[in-house]
T-cell receptor, first 112, second 115 residues
Framework: EPEVTQTPSHQVTQMGQEVILRCVPI?????FYWYRQILGQKVEFLVS????????KSEIFDDQFSVERPDGSNFTLKIRSTKLEDSAMYFC??????????FGPGTRLTVL | AQKITQTQPGMFVQEKEAVTLDCTYD???????LFWYKQPSSGEMIFLIY??????QNATEGRYSLNFQKARKSANLVISASQLGDSAMYFC????????????FGSGTQLTVLP
């Protein structure tokens, strides 16, 4: 069964450093998303991506964040200068022409 | 704006019993989708079930069913014959119509299945 994959599973970084979180969505899917979940809290939408451009973004997704689909398979989230409050689980998700969004296993980002 | 409310932070159920997890929603859109996801302690988000606002019948997927009451704006998840492996956090989510496909999640319900 096809699945969304994410790397790394855990990333530890120093405050102010740049991080890139990587995702490989399901191959025939067209819509891609990043969500985050601060420990013990609900899942929050960050950004959606369709047809090689951002289609929606939340207030959380400020200038420190960017997304890219550098090739036909990868979908990345970059945080330019990490803050302590960026520590969270980051989920990538994708969906095709059905109604279901499938989530990856997540990347746990720890900012020290 | 869309909103999901899950009023049960924690629930307990005996193994093999059925359990209902509550979800109410608020939206002004006539068309929307409702989802339930399971998050075990390992952290991944597992899709369980989907209900479209215009679907005539309640969605079912194996032991999961969705008690959809549109007039009351509720979309409760029913898990039949609970198993120990059902112990997890359960999130209800809503998606607006059209090109804005992002999900808005509730705060979740932690379900514990007792042996």
């Amino acid at each position: 069964e096809p699945e969304v994959t994410q790397t790394p599973s855990h990333q530890v970084t120093q405050m102010g450093q740049e991080v890139i979180l990587r995702c490989v969505p399901i191959s025939n899917h067209l819509y891609f998303y990043w969500y985050r979940q601060i420990l013990g809290q609900k899942v929050e939408f960050l950004v959606s991506f369709y047809n090689n451009e951002i289609s929606e973004k939340s207030e959380i997704f400020d200038d420190q964040f960017s997304v890219e689909r550098p090739d036909g398979s990868n979908f990345t989230l970059k945080i330019r200068s990490t803050k302590l409050e960026d520590s969270a689980m980051y989920f990538c998700a994708s969906d095709g022409d059905t109604d279901t969004q499938y989530f990856g296993p997540g990347t746990r980002l720890t900012v020290l | 704006a869309q909103k999901i409310t899950q009023t049960q932070p924690g629930m307990f159920v005996q193994e093999k019993e059925a359990v209902t997890l509550d979800c109410t929603y608020d939206t002004s859109d006539p068309s929307y989708g409702l989802f339930w996801y399971k998050q075990p302690s390992s952290g991944e988000m597992i899709f369980l079930i989907y209900q479209g606002s215009y679907d005539q019948q309640n969605a079912t997927e194996g032991r999961y069913s969705l008690n959809f009451q549109k007039a009351r704006k509720s979309a409760n998840l029913v898990i039949s014959a609970s198993q120990l492996g059902d112990s997890a956090m359960y999130f209800c989510a809503i998606r607006p119509p059209g090109s804005a496909r992002q999900l808005t999640f509730g705060s979740g319900t932690q379900l514990t299945v007792l042996p």
